[in-house]
């Protein structure tokens, strides 16, 4: 079946300018993960969303940064009054557990986002 | 927090040996660990996944071993070939805290 799709593939955009990224989770999967990886650097986590539970944003760098998810499925990350700092890969994840029964995570292609 | 730490540098080996990649994290066990692999420019892919209660887990030409003494994962690859040169990450807890990954690279 389809995997996790991200849109778009990349991104270039200019400081100050806010952006929205969004990822497609595989059907089925009740939680969906963003994470940031920036050049040399492994994985960071942004945001967790697990059915309908309020949620996991602790790793959010700032209050530029947002996301939501609608219907339980595709969610969108906002990136408001983007910064040069934020240029980075980001990878949305899908799994159909949550909490204790978390198995795998299927990751999508990622995002590339440069900003100027 | 947890605190995963993996070797930097990267590892060069010959065709045919095999690779051994560490994985030590810094508090407490963690229920389970997960290995992927994630090639330039792709999202990372999961390898395998050992819980507390398990010493050893194969799949093909893939270990992975968990000391919760040393606190500590290694991943091993035997019979290694230059396909499976690739950056390796080892990850922890629900929402999945990474190492940094360690670049493999083998040579024919």
């Known amino acids: 079946g389809a995997g996790v799709s991200q849109s778009p593939s990349n991104k270039v955009t200019e400081k100050g300018k806010d952006v929205e990224l969004r990822c497609d989770p595989i059907s089925g999967h009740t939680a969906l993960y963003w994470y940031r990886q920036s050049l040399g650097q492994g994985l960071e986590f942004l945001i967790y969303f697990q059915g309908n539970s309020a949620p996991d944003k602790s790793g959010l760098p700032s209050d530029r940064f947002s996301a939501e998810r609608t219907g339980g499925s595709v969610s969108t990350l906002t990136i408001q009054r983007t910064q040069q700092e934020d240029s980075a890969v980001y990878l949305c994840?899908?799994?159909?557990?949550?909490?204790?029964?978390?198995?795998?995570?299927?990751f999508g292609p990622g995002t590339r986002l440069l900003v100027l | 927090s947890q605190k995963i730490e993996q070797n930097s540098e990267a590892l060069n080996i010959q065709e045919g040996k095999t690779a051994t990649l560490t994985c030590n994290y810094t508090?407490?066990?963690?229920?389970?660990l997960q290995w992927y692999r994630q090639d330039p420019g792709r999202g990372p892919v999961f390898l395998l996944l050992i819980r507390e209660n398990e010493k050893e887990k194969r799949k093909e030409r893939l270990k992975v071993t968990f000391d919760t003494t040393l606190k500590q994962s290694l991943f091993h690859i035997t019979a290694s070939q230059p396909a499976d040169s690739a950056t390796y990450l080892c990850a922890v807890e629900s929402t999945l805290t990474f190492g940094k990954g360690t670049m493999l690279l083998v040579s024919p």
């Open positions: 508090n407490y066990s963690p229920a389970y």
């Open positions: 994840a899908s799994d159909k557990w949550g909490q204790e029964f978390q198995e795998t995570q299927y």
